[in-house]
DNA sequence: ATGATGTAGATTGTCTACAATCACCGAGGG
DNA sequence: CCCTCGGTGATTGTAGACAATCTACATCAT
């Protein structure tokens, strides 16, 4: 059954579903997932859904260990540093790639993510400004159009992407500030390289302080959390 | 049959067995690989078989188009190009993370791979000197200990061992240099993270002169290169 | 009581058969 | 002569059943 799909390949549809449920904090970080119990959620066979789970492996959003058991990643402090230190080596680096060859067409899709961003902030969606955020943030990597680059971001993204929403979900906290990337959209649009530079590390600094406050307080379970076996 | 391999999937040795075989020239880039053929070409079933092709299109040396076919990844100019700027890119910034933490068991690491460099070179084994150059690069990149930073690495490192070897076994030239990479470990034993970023810049830029002038004459087949059918 | 040990359940790994899709090629009509 | 259209083969996608392995619990001996 369920043959009226088109133009995809099945597990790349049920990877999207899958990510989109891990996000949507159907399944919490450090959960353990079953292909079986996945495979009758989605209404698939486990074949499509083994794939759909490798591909959110190689993305790191799944954790498998061999004939025992796969679950949810589970951040601890020190990813959180390695992933803010590498966004700002990869993002400082995107810019100075796209920098001489920014064009019309970056500028408009940059002030449209802006603006969407600004959208999803007012209607209060935690969600989908987090994901605005990210598309934000994402332009420059598409933009210079190296594949490498543009894998590493996606597996940044869905970390990230992953570990705020669980944050926000256990914690009530609100999304990103209104004004918080105003600066970050002026200077990349504006004339001078070391400034975006700058604004970058900041950029990236003040994000890391506002997320290590509270990784830090739940820290030490990363292994043994067994719970909730139904 | 064959299940007598213990502690490791079927599927992730198969990964390692394909890998080899692309790298040793057994199937050439841009080549088409069949999921049945390498199935009993190895001699299991198309289910492990799948999970190691799979592990390899991450990995980006495999390209596959949904119900259509699989093939070895085909490098352009511009691919090369990318590669070598996020090398300059990850490796300097892999320097400056380790820096200050670089210990005895680094120092020995690095010249024992430096050595087995030498003698790979000494022995006249290309293969083996490729391998043993990008496991001496690949030091900085372990030490850090940053999984996005790794898996960042290993895309890299696959590719140019792909295109390398590839490159090699057509043309008949040598692998690297002996003297290639003698400022490159001094410097990165030394005290001048200054002088070690103007190496890796430098080094790159070599890599990447002696590498583009082969790439070009043979662009322009990318897509349309079928025949070699049995 | 404590430790080792065997046993049961669950989960992933693997195999075989079948279906959906696509590229190629040749025939027929314009 | 060129373009359209259908057939044919190949390749990947999907399904369900079976085997290998691991974790946890109960049992038994010490």
Same mark, same amino acid.
């Given at each position: 059954?369920?043959?009226?799909?088109?133009?995809?390949?099945?597990?790349?549809?049920?990877?999207?579903?899958?990510?989109?449920?891990?996000?949507?904090?159907?399944?919490?970080?450090?959960?353990?997932?079953?292909?079986?119990?996945?495979?009758?959620?989605?209404?698939?066979?486990?074949?499509?859904?083994?794939?759909?789970?490798?591909?959110?492996?190689?993305?790191?959003?799944?954790? $498998?260990?061999?004939?025992?058991?796969?679950?949810? /990643?589970?951040?601890?402090?020190? #990813?959180? +540093? &390695? *992933?803010? @230190?590498?966004?700002?080596?990869?993002?400082?680096?995107?810019?100075?790639?796209?920098?001489?060859?920014?064009?019309?067409?970056?500028? $408009?899709?940059?002030?449209?993510?802006?603006?969407? /961003?600004?959208?999803?902030?007012? #209607?209060? +969606? &935690? *969600?989908? @400004?987090?994901?605005?955020?990210?598309?934000?943030?994402?332009?420059?990597?598409?933009?210079?159009?190296?594949?490498?680059?543009?894998?590493?971001?996606?597996?940044?993204?869905?970390?990230?992407?992953?570990?705020?929403?669980?944050?926000?979900?256990?914690?009530?906290?609100?999304?990103?500030?209104?004004?918080?990337?105003?600066?970050?959209?002026?200077?990349?649009?504006?004339?001078?390289?070391?400034?975006?530079?700058?604004?970058?590390?900041?950029?990236?600094?003040?994000?890391?302080?506002?997320?290590?406050?509270?990784?830090?307080?739940?820290?030490?379970?990363?292994?043994?959390?067994?719970?909730?076996?139904?």
């Amino acid at each position: 059954m369920t043959g009226m799909i088109k133009r995809e390949t099945m597990g790349a549809q049920l990877g999207s579903l899958l990510r989109a449920a891990i996000l949507s904090g159907e399944f919490q970080p450090g959960e353990a997932v079953t292909e079986t119990a996945l495979a009758v959620r989605f209404g698939v066979s486990r074949g499509p859904m083994r794939e759909a789970m490798r591909h959110l492996m190689d993305e790191g959003l799944l954790v $498998t260990v061999p004939y025992t058991g796969t679950r949810v /990643l589970q951040l601890t402090s020190a #990813d959180i +540093d &390695d *992933i803010y @230190s590498m966004r700002i080596c990869l993002e400082i680096f995107a810019f100075e790639q796209i920098w001489e060859r920014r064009d019309e067409a970056f500028r $408009t899709a940059l002030t449209q993510r802006h603006a969407a /961003l600004l959208e999803a902030i007012d #209607d209060g +969606d &935690d *969600i989908r @400004s987090i994901d605005a955020e990210l598309d934000l943030h994402g332009l420059v990597y598409e933009t210079c159009g190296n594949s490498i680059l543009l894998s590493s971001w996606s597996g940044i993204r869905a970390r990230l992407q992953l570990y705020w929403a669980a944050h926000h979900r256990a914690h009530g906290i609100t999304g990103p500030k209104r004004e918080s990337h105003d600066d970050y959209v002026r200077l990349a649009l504006g004339d001078s390289r070391e400034r975006m530079k700058d604004e970058i590390r900041d950029h990236m600094s003040r994000g890391l302080d506002k997320t290590m406050a509270f990784v830090s307080s739940v820290e030490g379970q990363k292994a043994g959390s067994n719970r909730r076996k139904k």
